[in-house]
Structures are given as structure tokens and as C-alpha cells.
């Protein structure tokens, strides 16, 4: 314990459990045949998302030690989470959800396999993890595909080429992939999918289809009864939050005598605390007892955004939005994942007569190795009482010492007493609102360091030059901190040949997954209040670019326009400011503050602007002359970003240079120099 008030907060937690404990009868519970030959359904993993909103992209930021012991966390095998699958988002240059991630074609003729984070991350996965599986699927696309249509041959081909250098450079071998995320069902498209892989030498390649939500996600695969074509296309059905409307009984059978698994390719626990992990225990056993899901993997891995964006915490396994300091830390749910994880592997197989619901309360599965070992997960949530199960144990499987781990409200992941069953047979009483991996292999740990060091807020003053990347390719052509919200902004040669700069790089927007504001992308630190932010600026005539302050919010998931105040500059020299509200849903631009215009601007050249935000008093300059002032107070703090925008809404291209946030009035500090241990992920 840490400190004094640790000891009573934990003195107070066992006082409350003898109090309980009073309270709490013991129920004897069914007995549950453990048969090894019974057969069952191949169970394909449990795991999470990375992606559906830019999820991760600070994580890649992380010194060493630190970005190891997160992936070590994640997917180390017998460790921390240890997940069995991981899907991640093929980025599509568009918004969807946190942010946006950069695409591997930009254009039809542009091809690369550097860009981004995620292709970094499969490979970290599958280092620690040989096993696991990689799933992936697309939210948005860029608008060039099928001439601004998703379901086409574009699409079908822009896969297979993301497929295919996941192969040639990273020497990975994806195991499935879905359509499209939660846009809806197109039968022709998955058929031109599935005919495009094979003749790419990609027919070990698994299609899921169509992970959409709601009550009607199921309704198109009657047709697979009928149509041959689309029931060669399809391996897999596959839909979200299970746990919310759970997969009918006409399309278990269906799938069943199809022959084709069912998945849960996202789902959703929005809790806190124990809370969270007990529920996600619940919600994987029921997904396979009610749904018959063989896979879920949740929504999301890993907190690696601002505070300041949506979601910022509770779905996540942890959190790790600090690169700059290191700190990190893991959420309760973490052992959730640990409790299926470093207890089973994809590839076993679901006992039938062996899964289902505990008469007082709670639910539990059973699952066997190819050999004889064999693991039972148990939940509790609803249970109010102690119930005494007993497993007799047959088929073939291990009679040997059985290990228990078990996890509550005040201790998550400890080891209990082994059991060693008795002529095939073992009892054990679960507590209420408890969970239990039982199982005969070893080798569990409840993983963690020792040396996490602690959170700080983001360097301030700040100064970013963007000449610390003299391999842009290295580190996935995005610079240390930024988050793009929508839009991609990637490190660039400067056209004058005078070092590096930011650029801009989707010029006609894209097919995003959610409605879109303009590109822009954030950093820095939400308590920021009164200061300066500047930029130098390159733009052409159809453009123009401008910066951000005190941004408190990027949108709700589902929009992603900032709430802030913002200034821009037209190459005529109008200079405008802005506040933007994120509930302003008709009013694109924002509400105008304040303008001005300068002189001696024009496009494709360098300018310097600059907001100051003082109390409720704001001022803009160009290229150090005040053009604007305003008064304001609707946001007294938040952090910093770059904007770029288009006339014609055509063209959002722009170049951005020296980012720099400093006090009042203050001396331009030193350019930021970044730790030796900050190591590019290519």
C-alpha cells in the first residue's frame, strides 16, 4: 500500500465483505458434466479494436521502456490481457470516431506501406503473440474509390493491396477481414471481394460479413440459403453488440448448417471501475451461450488520445496518452481479458453440455485444448448468494490439479488454492459478484512494472520544427503528439528546400464514416488558458489555413466538429476568427468573431499567424501585425491545432511549419528536442 489512506480504504473494503459475508447463504448449484468428447463449436478468440477512431495514435509516441511494456500488457501471452484476437481499422484518411488515420492510396496511382501505426501494431501483436489473430476491417475510404461509391471494384482492390503489402513488408498473414463497418449490406460487393482475393493468391483469407448493429443486422443472410455465389462468399457471419440484441435462434441454426462461425466483430461495455470488467466477462460468455459468437473482440484496445476527444477512457483496455512523460496506466477491465486470455488460445474448441447459466445467478463456459487440458470461465454479476457447483470431469480430459484465479470488487486477477479433483470430480463455491478461470494449465501471471513513471502535463512552452525526423518513412510520416481529427497531416519536404513542415494531404475529403468537419488536427494540453499559438502557413488559391486554440472538445463519435475558437487566412489577406461549437450542427464555419485584412499575401508563400488568448480578450496577427481582436468568454482554456480548409470545398491542401505555443509576450523558446528512447516504429 502506497499511503496511509490506501491502508484504511482497504480496511474499509474487508469490513464491508465481512458484512456482506453475513448476509450471504451458501446455495448448492447443479452439477456440470465436463465431458472431453462431446464436441463443440471452435472457440476464435477474444480480443479488441484498434482503430474506429484513431485510437492508438499516441501510443506510438511512447519512450522505452514504456511503449514495450504497454504491447506487453496487451499481448504478451500469460502476462496482462493477453488477448487472442486483435481487428484493427484499415485507414481510410476519414474520420471515424476519435480521428482520423492515414491511407495507403491517397490517390489510385499512390501505393504505401509506411503510413500510420497500425501496420506497426499487428506486427507488435503478432511478435508477442504468434497466435493471434488479425482481423481488419474499413470505416472510412477516400473519395477517389468507385468515384466517391465504397461498394466497388476500387474498394475490392484497394483491400487486397492493403492485404498484400501487410505481407510483402511485414510478413503477415491476415486471417480475416470484414466489408465495411456499420454502413450497411451489399451482397454484390462481397461477392466481387471474395473473387478479387483469389485471384490474388488470397484465398486463405477469410470474409466477414456485414458488422452491422440494430435489430434488422441479421436480415440478409436468408439470402445465402438461396444464392450459392454469396454463401461461397461469405466464411463467416459477423455483427456488433450481441450483448445489446443477442443473434436469434433462426440464424444460429442457419449458421450451423452453413457451417460458417458466427462473430461479434464489436462490441461495447461503456462501464467503469469492476463494474466494466465483470460486465465484459458476462458479455463474452453470453455472446457465445446466447449468440453463438465464437469471437468478440470489444471496442477498443487502448486509450492513446486526448482527454479532449470522445470515448477518452471507458471502453478501453488502458490508458496511455502521455508519450511525453511516459506514464500509462492499466483499467480493472484489463483482467477481464486476462481471466479468458492466459487461460485459453484460439483454436480450442466450446464443450457442448458444458456452457450455459448458473441456477442462482451468473453464466460459465467451458473450453478444451487440442490435448487435455481444459479451462472454465465463470461470471456472478447476478448472483446474491454462494453456490456450490461440482464438475465431474471425462471424455478423456486431465484429472490433474486444476489452478483458480478469481476476481471482485476488491482484488482483481489472485491466485486462490489449486484444487486437485478426487476420482474425476471437483466442487468449488463461487462467490456473488465474482469471476473464476479454473483450469489445468499453468504459467498465469498477474503482469505489471514497477517503474511507470508518473503523469505530467504536456512540455510547455513548445516549439515544433519538425526537423526531428530525418526518416519521415520511419516514423509513419506522422510527427510526435498530433492527433488528426479529420484529415491526414503527414511530415513533408518544405517546397523552398528549407527543412521539413507539416502537410495536409487530402485534398477532396474522403468517404468518411461519420459526418466530417474541416481537417484539422490538435495537441497539447486541456488546462492550457491564457497564451499565444502560432504557425507559418503555405496554401494556393482554392485554400486556406489557419490555427486553433483553446479547443475543449472534437465532437460527439459521431461528428467531428471542434468546439474552440479558430483563425484563417485567404490568399486575398482576409483574415477571419471564429468560435466553434460542436452542437452547431447547421452552421459549418462556426460563428464570426472578428476580421481584418493585411496586405502582401499570396498564395503558395509562407505567413506567419498567430492567436493570443488573454481572459476573455483575443488577438490575431499576421506575420506579427494585429489584424483582429475580439472579446469572448465562452472558452477560457483548452489545447492547440492546425486547420486547413478549401473555398470550393475541393481542395483542403495546405503546408504548416514552427508550431509554437508560449506565455504571453513571452521569448521563443528552444525548438523541442525528443528522448533518444522515442524509437521509430519502421
Same mark, same amino acid.
Given at each position: 500500500?502506497?499511503?496511509?489512506?490506501?491502508?484504511?480504504?482497504?480496511?474499509?473494503?474487508?469490513?464491508?465483505?465481512?458484512?456482506?459475508?453475513?448476509?450471504?447463504?451458501?446455495?448448492?448449484?447443479?452439477?456440470?458434466?465436463?465431458?472431453?468428447?462431446?464436441?463443440?463449436?471452435?472457440?476464435?478468440?477474444?480480443?479488441?479494436?484498434?482503430?474506429?477512431?484513431?485510437?492508438?495514435?499516441?501510443?506510438?509516441?511512447?519512450?522505452?521502456?514504456?511503449?514495450?511494456?504497454?504491447?506487453?500488457?496487451?499481448?504478451?501471452?500469460?502476462?496482462?490481457?493477453?488477448?487472442?484476437?486483435?481487428?484493427?481499422?484499415?485507414?481510410?484518411?476519414?474520420?471515424?470516431?476519435?480521428?482520423?488515420?492515414?491511407?495507403?492510396?491517397?490517390?489510385?496511382?499512390?501505393?504505401?506501406?509506411?503510413?500510420?501505426?497500425?501496420?506497426?501494431?499487428?506486427?507488435?501483436?503478432?511478435?508477442?503473440?504468434?497466435?493471434?489473430?488479425?482481423?481488419?476491417?474499413?470505416?472510412?475510404?477516400?473519395?477517389?474509390?468507385?468515384?466517391?461509391?465504397?461498394?466497388?471494384?476500387?474498394?475490392?482492390?484497394?483491400?487486397?493491396?492493403?492485404?498484400?503489402? %501487410?505481407?510483402? #513488408?511485414? &510478413?503477415?498473414?491476415?486471417?480475416? =477481414?470484414?466489408?465495411?463497418?456499420?454502413?450497411? @449490406? /451489399?451482397?454484390?460487393?462481397?461477392?466481387?471481394?471474395?473473387?478479387?482475393?483469389?485471384?490474388?493468391?488470397?484465398?486463405?483469407?477469410?470474409?466477414?460479413?456485414?458488422?452491422?448493429?440494430?435489430?434488422?443486422?441479421?436480415?440478409?443472410?436468408?439470402?445465402?440459403?438461396?444464392?450459392?455465389?454469396?454463401?461461397?462468399?461469405?466464411?463467416?457471419?459477423?455483427?456488433?453488440?450481441?450483448?445489446?440484441?443477442?443473434?436469434?435462434?433462426?440464424?444460429?441454426?442457419?449458421?450451423?448448417?452453413?457451417?460458417?462461425?458466427?462473430?461479434?466483430?464489436?462490441?461495447?461495455?461503456?462501464?467503469?471501475?469492476?463494474?466494466?470488467? %465483470?460486465?465484459? #466477462?458476462? &458479455?463474452?460468455?453470453?455472446?457465445? =451461450?446466447?449468440?453463438?459468437?465464437?469471437?468478440? @473482440? /470489444?471496442?477498443?484496445?487502448?486509450?492513446?488520445?486526448?482527454?479532449?476527444?470522445?470515448?477518452?477512457?471507458?471502453?478501453?483496455?488502458?490508458?496511455?496518452?502521455?508519450?511525453?512523460?511516459?506514464?500509462?496506466?492499466?483499467?480493472?477491465?484489463?483482467?477481464?481479458?486476462?481471466?479468458?486470455?492466459?487461460?485459453?488460445?484460439?483454436?480450442?474448441?466450446?464443450?457442448?453440455?458444458?456452457?450455459?447459466?448458473?441456477?442462482?445467478?451468473?453464466?460459465?463456459?467451458?473450453?478444451?485444448?487440442?490435448?487435455?487440458?481444459?479451462?472454465?470461465?465463470?461470471?456472478?454479476?447476478?448472483?446474491?448468494?454462494?453456490?456450490?457447483?461440482?464438475?465431474?470431469?471425462?471424455?478423456?480430459?486431465?484429472?490433474?490439479?486444476?489452478?483458480?484465479?478469481?476476481?471482485?470488487?476488491?482484488?482483481?486477477?489472485?491466485?486462490?488454492?489449486?484444487?486437485?479433483?478426487?476420482?474425476?470430480?471437483?466442487?468449488?463455491?463461487?462467490?456473488?459478484?465474482?469471476?473464476?478461470?479454473?483450469?489445468?494449465?499453468?504459467?498465469?501471471?498477474?503482469?505489471?512494472?514497477?517503474?511507470?513513471?508518473?503523469?505530467?502535463?504536456?512540455?510547455?512552452?513548445?516549439?515544433?520544427?519538425?526537423?526531428?525526423?530525418?526518416?519521415?518513412?520511419?516514423?509513419?510520416?506522422?510527427?510526435?503528439?498530433?492527433?488528426?481529427?479529420?484529415?491526414?497531416?503527414?511530415?513533408?519536404?518544405?517546397?523552398?528546400?528549407?527543412?521539413?513542415?507539416?502537410?495536409?494531404?487530402?485534398?477532396?475529403?474522403?468517404?468518411?464514416?461519420?459526418?466530417?468537419?474541416?481537417?484539422?488536427?490538435?495537441?497539447?494540453?486541456?488546462?492550457?488558458?491564457?497564451?499565444?499559438?502560432?504557425?507559418?502557413?503555405?496554401?494556393?488559391?482554392?485554400?486556406?489555413?489557419?490555427?486553433?486554440?483553446?479547443?475543449?472538445?472534437?465532437?460527439?463519435?459521431?461528428?467531428?466538429?471542434?468546439?474552440?475558437?479558430?483563425?484563417?487566412?485567404?490568399?486575398?489577406?482576409?483574415?477571419?476568427?471564429?468560435?466553434?461549437?460542436?452542437?452547431?450542427?447547421?452552421?459549418?464555419?462556426?460563428?464570426?468573431?472578428?476580421?481584418?485584412?493585411?496586405?502582401?499575401?499570396?498564395?503558395?508563400?509562407?505567413?506567419?499567424?498567430?492567436?493570443?488568448?488573454?481572459?476573455?480578450?483575443?488577438?490575431?496577427?499576421?506575420?506579427?501585425?494585429?489584424?483582429?481582436?475580439?472579446?469572448?468568454?465562452?472558452?477560457?482554456?483548452?489545447?492547440?491545432?492546425?486547420?486547413?480548409?478549401?473555398?470550393?470545398?475541393?481542395?483542403?491542401?495546405?503546408?504548416?511549419?514552427?508550431?509554437?505555443?508560449?506565455?504571453?509576450?513571452?521569448?521563443?523558446?528552444?525548438?523541442?528536442?525528443?528522448?533518444?528512447?522515442?524509437?521509430?516504429?519502421?
Amino acid at each position: 500500500m502506497n499511503s496511509k489512506k490506501d491502508f484504511f480504504k482497504y480496511l474499509h473494503q474487508v469490513q464491508c465483505c465481512l458484512f456482506l459475508s453475513l448476509f450471504v447463504t451458501t446455495i448448492n448449484g447443479q452439477t456440470i458434466n465436463i465431458d472431453g468428447a462431446a464436441g463443440g463449436k471452435r472457440f476464435d478468440g477474444i480480443g479488441a479494436v484498434s482503430g474506429g477512431g484513431a485510437t492508438s495514435v499516441l501510443l506510438k509516441d511512447y519512450p522505452e521502456p514504456q511503449r514495450d511494456q504497454v504491447l506487453d500488457l496487451l499481448f504478451k501471452p500469460n502476462f496482462g490481457a493477453s488477448i487472442s484476437a486483435l481487428l484493427v481499422e484499415v485507414p481510410g484518411d476519414g474520420n471515424s470516431t476519435q480521428g482520423s488515420e492515414p491511407s495507403h492510396m491517397h490517390s489510385k496511382n499512390d501505393l504505401n506501406y509506411s503510413r500510420g501505426y497500425e501496420w506497426w501494431i499487428m506486427r507488435e501483436a503478432r511478435k508477442r503473440n504468434p497466435s493471434i489473430i488479425l482481423d481488419a476491417n474499413a470505416w472510412s475510404c477516400p473519395a477517389w474509390i468507385g468515384n466517391n461509391n465504397f461498394w466497388s471494384q476500387d474498394m475490392c482492390d484497394y483491400y487486397t493491396n492493403w492485404i498484400k503489402g %501487410l505481407k510483402s #513488408v511485414y &510478413s503477415l498473414d491476415l486471417d480475416a =477481414i470484414g466489408c465495411r463497418n456499420e454502413k450497411g @449490406v /451489399n451482397e454484390d460487393f462481397v461477392k466481387k471481394f471474395r473473387t478479387t482475393l483469389n485471384k490474388n493468391g488470397l484465398s486463405k483469407v477469410k470474409i466477414h460479413a456485414f458488422d452491422n448493429w440494430g435489430k434488422d443486422k441479421f436480415e440478409w443472410c436468408k439470402d445465402m440459403k438461396t444464392d450459392s455465389v454469396l454463401r461461397a462468399s461469405v466464411d463467416i457471419i459477423s455483427a456488433h453488440t450481441m450483448s445489446e440484441i443477442p443473434t436469434s435462434a433462426e440464424i444460429i441454426k442457419l449458421s450451423e448448417e452453413l457451417g460458417k462461425p458466427i462473430w461479434n466483430s464489436e462490441e461495447h461495455i461503456y462501464l467503469k471501475g469492476y463494474d466494466c470488467e %465483470l460486465s465484459m #466477462v458476462e &458479455s463474452f460468455n453470453k455472446n457465445f =451461450i446466447e449468440s453463438g459468437a465464437t469471437m468478440v @473482440v /470489444n471496442w477498443f484496445l487502448v486509450a492513446s488520445t486526448y482527454c479532449i476527444e470522445p470515448f477518452p477512457e471507458d471502453p478501453a483496455i488502458m490508458v496511455a496518452r502521455e508519450p511525453w512523460g511516459g506514464n500509462y496506466y492499466i483499467r480493472e477491465v484489463l483482467w477481464a481479458y486476462a481471466h479468458y486470455g492466459q487461460f485459453t488460445k484460439a483454436g480450442w474448441q466450446y464443450l457442448n453440455g458444458a456452457c450455459g447459466k448458473f441456477p442462482e445467478g451468473g453464466t460459465y463456459v467451458t473450453l478444451k485444448s487440442q490435448g487435455k487440458d481444459f479451462s472454465i470461465i465463470a461470471e456472478t454479476k447476478d448472483s446474491k448468494n454462494n453456490q456450490k457447483i461440482t464438475f465431474k470431469i471425462s471424455g478423456g480430459l486431465s484429472s490433474g490439479k486444476l489452478c483458480v484465479w478469481r476476481s471482485n470488487a476488491q482484488e482483481q486477477f489472485v491466485k486462490l488454492q489449486d484444487i486437485t479433483p478426487v476420482k474425476g470430480t471437483f466442487e468449488i463455491t463461487l462467490e456473488p459478484q465474482s469471476i473464476y478461470s479454473i483450469s489445468t494449465t499453468t504459467g498465469q501471471k498477474k503482469g505489471s512494472f514497477a517503474s511507470v513513471p508518473a503523469s505530467r502535463p504536456f512540455p510547455y512552452p513548445y516549439y515544433e520544427t519538425f526537423e526531428n525526423y530525418k526518416d519521415s518513412k520511419a516514423w509513419g510520416y506522422l510527427p510526435h503528439y498530433t492527433a488528426d481529427i479529420a484529415g491526414v497531416f503527414e511530415i513533408a519536404e518544405r517546397p523552398d528546400n528549407k527543412g521539413k513542415c507539416l502537410r495536409q494531404v487530402v485534398e477532396a475529403g474522403s468517404q468518411s464514416w461519420a459526418p466530417e468537419w474541416m481537417p484539422y488536427t490538435i495537441l497539447g494540453d486541456r488546462n492550457w488558458k491564457d497564451y499565444e499559438v502560432s504557425a507559418d502557413v503555405n496554401f494556393n488559391n482554392e485554400g486556406w489555413a489557419g490555427i486553433l486554440g483553446r479547443i475543449i472538445a472534437t465532437g460527439t463519435g459521431y461528428g467531428c466538429k471542434p468546439s474552440g475558437y479558430y483563425m484563417n487566412l485567404l490568399a486575398d489577406g482576409t483574415c477571419s476568427l471564429y468560435i466553434s461549437k460542436q452542437d452547431e450542427k447547421n452552421n459549418e464555419m462556426g460563428t464570426l468573431l472578428a476580421s481584418g485584412k493585411t496586405s502582401n499575401i499570396a498564395a503558395n508563400q509562407w505567413q506567419s499567424l498567430m492567436l493570443r488568448f488573454s481572459g476573455s480578450a483575443i488577438a490575431g496577427f499576421v506575420n506579427n501585425i494585429q489584424v483582429l481582436t475580439a472579446t469572448d468568454p465562452t472558452f477560457s482554456e483548452g489545447m492547440v491545432g492546425l486547420v486547413a480548409g478549401s473555398i470550393n470545398k475541393k481542395y483542403n491542401s495546405a503546408l504548416f511549419d514552427n508550431l509554437m505555443i508560449k506565455p504571453l509576450h513571452s521569448k521563443t523558446p528552444a525548438p523541442a528536442v525528443f528522448s533518444g528512447k522515442v524509437h521509430p516504429m519502421y
